[in-house]
């Protein structure tokens, strides 16, 4: 409502428009704002590049995680269809007396998430560690057999 429309012109009138105005810009702006946990994972997903193949009979999701040891990663399927591969790269101990020059290695928790397909046998997931480099192949599901037609038999009346 803009009180100076209707001929209230006074300062009190444009202090009240004034806190209005700004209550409603700062409404707008916590709603529009993203969450604390979608900024986060949106991080940790931006930090975590993956290759995803496509073979006859299955997938596999490819993804370099140096120094990790098996309980630092968690392969899970959320929803049915959805895989989420997460986990956390702590730093190292530092010994007494050392300290950083420069820390480019990454370190906190990552995550990735990925829509499977249809075809995709969430019972049949395995996940292998190998030199830095994780894994995870998930089988395809065997093409559904097509359809026969179905006779019907025409009874004379």
Known sequence: MDFRIMGLDAPLFNTLQHMMDASDHEADKSFNA????YVRD??????????VKEYPSSYAFVIDMPGL?????????????????????K????????????MERRVGKFMRKFVLPEN?????????????????TVEKLPPPEPKKPKTIEVKIA
Request: aromatic share 2%; hydrophobic share 35%; net charge negative.
């Open 69 to 89: 040891k098996s309980g630092d990663i968690k392969v899970q399927v959320e929803d049915d269809n959805v895989l989420v591969i997460s986990g956390e790269r």
């Open 120 to 136: 995709a046998n969430t019972d049949a997931i395995s996940a292998v560690c190998q030199d830095g480099v994780l894994t995870v």
């Open 91 to 102: 730093r190292g101990e530092e010994k007494e007396g050392a300290k950083y020059v420069r």
């Open 34 to 37: 993203p969450t604390r946990t």
């Open 42 to 51: 949106a991080k940790a997903m931006a930090s975590t590049p993956a290759d």
